[in-house]
């Protein structure tokens, strides 16, 4: 499905971004594997994909750091000549209700999560033009769409997300790129096992799947708009949430 392809994957270490990568790479795609601080983490990803036949490194970029990026792209690019696929998963929160909230905190998640996802882009636009294909897939998040109390930053970010990928997908229609947005609802990784109990059973009840979703559930979603079957859907969020919201 993915033969020939290379796919970047941001925030790929963990959770979500893993799944993802293990699901290109067993397509056939080569995987970039990025990471911020797990570096272990990622090598065992790199590993997996190996151990099944598959092809991969691991990069390790603050997605939140313009030159650092550039610096990523320029290498990737450098030893794979194109990428194809461009998956914007890396993401934090850093939950608090608004009045306790801080500056920093509001800036550091829309730095990572929403000028991350506009940094890879802004790098990889001029190449996929130039080759005139492209699938870009942002995460957003159910939260974005919906707003939650207590994470004012987060849904900000991912709002904007779905704001930067209708534009996007407009300006690059015409030269083969697609881009979409992926908004997962409650999803079992590390981001939300910090939740406490009370909030966890809130959430399910919202949920008319009556089941957490998991990786899996996300990145078959993200293959398909990975696909090349995808070719006519752009633009598009697609709500990946067992009816959370409809
Ligand atoms: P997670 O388990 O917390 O993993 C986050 C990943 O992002 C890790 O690989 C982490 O790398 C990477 N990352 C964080 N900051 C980064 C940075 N500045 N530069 C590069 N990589 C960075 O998160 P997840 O639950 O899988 O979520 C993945 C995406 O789905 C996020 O965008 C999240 O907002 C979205 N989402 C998740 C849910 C959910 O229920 N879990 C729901 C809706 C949307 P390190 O391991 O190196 O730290």
Redesign the pocket.
């Known amino acids: 499905m993915f033969e020939e392809k290379v796919a970047l994957v941001?925030?790929?270490?963990?959770?979500?971004?893993?799944a993802i990568a293990i699901k290109l790479a067993a397509g056939g795609a080569k995987v970039i594997v990025?990471?911020?601080?797990?570096?272990d983490?990622?090598l065992e990803v790199v590993e997996q994909i190996k151990a099944a036949g598959g092809e991969a490194i691991a990069y390790?970029?603050?997605?939140?750091?313009f030159g650092a990026v550039e610096k990523m792209i320029g290498d990737v690019l450098e030893q794979y000549k194109r990428v194809d696929i461009l998956v914007?998963?890396?993401?934090?929160?850093k939950d608090n209700l608004l009045l306790k909230m801080s500056p920093e905190d509001f800036e550091q998640v829309v730095d990572?999560?929403l000028k991350?996802t506009f940094h890879t882009i802004k790098c990889l636009t001029k190449p996929m033009m130039k080759q005139r294909y492209g699938r870009i897939i942002n995460?957003?998040?159910?939260?974005?769409v919906m707003g939650n109390a207590g994470q004012a930053n987060?849904c900000a970010s991912?709002a904007g997300i779905i704001g930067l990928t209708k534009s996007v997908a407009r300006e690059l229609a015409s030269r083969g790129i697609t881009v979409n947005a992926v908004?997962?609802?409650?999803?079992?990784?590390?981001?939300?096992s910090v939740l406490d109990d009370k909030v966890k059973e809130a959430m399910m009840a919202q949920i008319p799947a009556k089941r957490?979703?998991s990786?899996e559930d996300?990145a078959n979603a993200v293959a398909f708009l990975a696909s090349q079957e995808s070719s006519y859907i752009t633009g598009q969020v697609i709500n990946v949430n067992g009816g959370m919201y409809m």
């Open positions: 941001t925030g790929a270490s963990r959770g979500i971004g893993k990025n990471y911020a601080g797990s570096k983490k990622a390790q970029c603050d997605i939140g750091d914007n998963n890396a993401g934090i929160t990572t999560n991350g995460l957003s998040s159910v939260s974005g987060y991912k908004a997962p609802g409650f999803i079992e990784t590390d981001m939300t957490l979703g990786t996300i």
